[in-house]
């Protein structure tokens, strides 16, 4: 380390040696800090103007070019060096329940991202350096999401994030300005939410499709089979109540309408009332917008309460696993269906899917399972490491946003994804599978 001392206020700027620095970005920031002193720092390069140069004279000549400025131009100079990671490691993050009512979710997803990280560094990482993913457990509480990812960009300076799980966790992220301050992005939010993509924050890239789209794929399933009277069983938070409105209005644009609700609170455990709320109304069909335990949950107590006459469908929230576990048997699982905003991750057809499970086995450790959720996390790492390594000059926040919104028609095996032009929809893909009779997901 090499430490230069502001001539008055002895403030320490620690220069990290080894890291690759920006000329433009100690230039503008000197601009900023000290209007009009640009031939100061011009003094300090050397004749080929290379910031080692500079470096090297700020540590002989940094109380001369520092004299009457203040401390907090020095931190703010210095605070510019430190986010330029260091040679030997690029710094990632993920927050992701790992305990509590979604880590059935949070569990799966984080592997998937670790999985593609691992693969990486196996190879020689980016360039040669090595990355490193940090995971952070929120437990699903939105609160806990916004101090980890906090802690991630700020502490820890990662230079990006990955698949927090939840609207309203998602949604503080953007309200709280807290990814924008860092200037770092979001990828692959675990969420559907149109509330969140309404936000239109150009932090967050979104790797699967919406409740839009899953509230087509559901109604239009239910309609192909002649139904025109819909419940909804959601949660009540951002989530699902988008997902409410998203049913509403598809149903709405084919004849049909939502004559019957059932919500419950966020980590409920009681979601009894629910249950009554849409098995008294006798509707036909029933769309579910909760976690993938809590569908589970619903969709056993429902059959066994008021029979299987009942067409249930589960947004991508959902997990095939989860149905099929809390149901009394494989067969009383049967004829569920679930919404799939990326392929079905057991298919031996699709690409996507083969190189999942391909990396699973080999990083994955002995007990995971091919599930949905596993599969987005082994996407947005995937497009990470892409961004990674299409990353111009020193690794931050901003190149990798500027990687990302440069990906156009940009292959992940066999999924195709495009953030340019604005574009945080990466991709539109849905399908609606029904699990048979031995607990497998049919497309």
């Not at 003094?43 to 009457?68: A, D, E, F």
């Not at 499709?209 to 025109?228: N, Y």
Request: net charge positive; hydrophobic share 45%.
């Amino acid at each position: 380390m090499i430490p230069a001392f502001c001539g008055q206020s002895r403030t320490v700027v620690v220069f990290v040696r080894n890291c690759v620095f920006s000329l433009s970005c100690f230039r503008s920031c000197f601009d900023s800090i000290a209007p009009g002193r640009s031939p100061v720092l011009e003094g300090l390069l050397n004749p080929n103007g290379s910031v080692s140069g500079m470096i090297k004279r700020c540590v002989t000549g940094w109380g001369h070019v520092s004299r009457g400025w203040s401390a907090g131009a020095v931190f703010a100079l210095s605070a510019v060096a430190l986010q330029v990671q260091a040679a030997n490691e690029i710094v990632v993050g993920q927050s992701v329940p790992l305990t509590g009512v979604a880590a059935s979710v949070g569990i799966p997803l984080a592997a998937g991202t670790q999985a593609v990280v691992d693969a990486v560094n196996a190879s020689g990482g980016i360039r040669g350096t090595k990355i490193r993913l940090i995971t952070l457990d929120d437990n699903f509480v939105p609160a806990r999401s916004h101090e980890n990812v906090k802690k991630l960009v700020g502490e820890e300076k990662a230079v990006a994030v990955l698949n927090v799980i939840g609207a309203p966790n998602s949604e503080g992220l953007v309200k709280q300005n807290i990814l924008s301050d860092a200037n770092v992005p979001l990828i692959g939010p675990f969420t559907a939410s149109s509330g969140v993509r309404a936000l239109k924050s150009p932090h967050i890239f979104f790797v699967a499709a919406g409740a839009e789209h899953e509230a087509d794929t559901m109604v239009k399933q239910a309609r192909s089979m002649g139904l025109t009277r819909f419940g909804v069983m959601y949660q009540n938070d951002l989530f699902g109540q988008d997902g409410l409105a998203e049913v509403q209005r598809a149903a709405k644009e084919v004849g049909a309408e939502v004559t019957a609700t059932g919500p419950f609170e966020r980590n409920a455990e009681d979601i009894q009332p629910a249950i009554d709320a849409l098995g008294k109304s006798a509707v036909p069909a029933i769309f579910m917008f909760a976690p993938g335990v809590t569908s589970a949950k619903f969709a056993a107590m429902y059959r066994k309460q008021y029979g299987k006459g009942t067409l249930l469908i589960s947004s991508s929230a959902g997990s095939t696993s989860a149905i099929v576990a809390a149901a009394p048997t494989p067969a009383d699982a049967s004829g569920i269906g679930l919404v799939q905003v990326l392929p079905n991750p057991a298919s031996t057809k699709e690409r996507i899917s083969q190189d999942y499970r391909a990396h699973m086995t080999k990083f994955g450790g002995k007990d995971w399972k091919p599930s949905s959720y596993g599969l987005q996390g082994y996407v947005s790492g995937r497009l990470l490491v892409d961004a990674l390594k299409a990353s111009q000059g020193p690794v931050t926040g901003a190149s990798v946003i500027a990687a990302l919104e440069a990906m156009k028609k940009h292959a992940v095996s066999n999924l195709v994804y495009d953030f340019s032009g604005g574009n945080r929809q990466g991709i539109v893909y849905t399908d609606i599978g029904i699990i048979g009779s031995a607990g497998k997901l049919l497309n």
